[in-house]
């Protein structure tokens, strides 16, 4: 049986807590259009962010933004993985009704689904070792949110050498192959995880479910720190136990429209 770990919203305490460890270089690797990066960059102004997105319609966008511009969030057209080089990237359709959903879909993959990939473009990958000792070796605290649609063990895996300086990580994973037949699951993610020193804090759903995120740390030896640390985690429990109660009061019909405006999996915090 998987133990049980706080069910909250992993996007506001990652951000919460990526001061306190005193986060120098952000990763948003699978970024699709920069809105996370740009939430990490307002929460530590001084700090490096780069963005990843191999989406070639997706990284056009962001080239565009206008506030990751001026918020200097660093944009790279790569695929973190497990190795430097090129591959295959799945380009899903996006002309449909789900477009807002689609536009984070695409893969290394080949998705099972044939009729939703509409092209197959050949993109730059790389280690992400191999990028942050070329680009940023100064970098002593680093923090990973990962979303790539099946390939976060590949990811982690090419983060090896880094990965003792890496304090924080966010991770979207599947516990049954949900992209491609040969993908990497959730066991893998955590067994590697745990190998590597980190601690499971709290995900955004209950690990019985399919797809969620999970949100692992390096426990700090300080006791102060440690202390802070559990601080965040039981208002963020708070939180999300007093968000919920208030969403359940409200009428059958503006929950819905939140659900469907928000993708809101049965509970919101």
């Known amino acids: ?30 970024s699709m259009d920069g809105s996370d990066a740009l939430l990490f960059k307002r929460r530590l102004p001084a700090s490096r962010v780069v963005a990843f997105e191999a989406n070639p319609r997706n990284f056009e966008r962001m080239c565009n933004n206008r506030s990751l511009a001026a918020n200097a969030v660093s944009l790279e057209p ?6 430097d080089g090129v591959a295959d990237f799945f380009v899903v359709r996006t002309d449909s009704s789900e477009r807002a959903a689609r536009l984070g879909m695409s893969s290394l993959y080949r998705r099972a689904q ?57 991770v ?19 067994a590697l995880l745990r190998e590597s020193g980190f601690t499971e804090l709290a995900s955004d759903y209950p690990l019985t479910g399919s797809q969620f995120n999970v949100l692992y740390a390096r426990i700090p030896r300080e006791a102060a720190a440690r202390r802070a640390l559990q601080l965040r985690l039981n208002y963020a429990v708070f939180r999300r136990h007093a968000t919920n109660l208030v969403y359940r009061l409200l009428p059958a019909r503006v929950r819905g429209l939140l659900a469907g405006r928000f993708r809101i999996r049965g509970a919101i915090g």
């Open 1 to 30: 049986m998987t133990p049980e770990i706080p069910v909250v919203n992993t996007r506001q305490l990652f951000s919460a807590l990526l001061p306190g460890f005193g986060t120098d270089l952000v990763c948003d690797i699978g």
């Open 78 to 83: 790569l695929a973190l993985c497990e190795s």
């Open 114 to 170: 044939s009729e939703q990939i509409e092209r197959v473009v050949q993109v730059p990958t790389a280690r992400l070792d191999s990028y942050v000792a070329r680009h940023a070796p100064a970098a002593r605290r680093l923090a990973l949110w990962i979303d790539v649609e099946g390939k976060a063990f590949e990811v982690i895996e090419g983060a090896r050498g880094v990965l003792p300086r890496v304090q924080l990580v966010h």
């Open 172 to 190: 979207e994973v599947e516990t049954r192959p949900l992209i491609g037949a040969a993908q990497r699951i959730f066991a893998d993610v955590r």
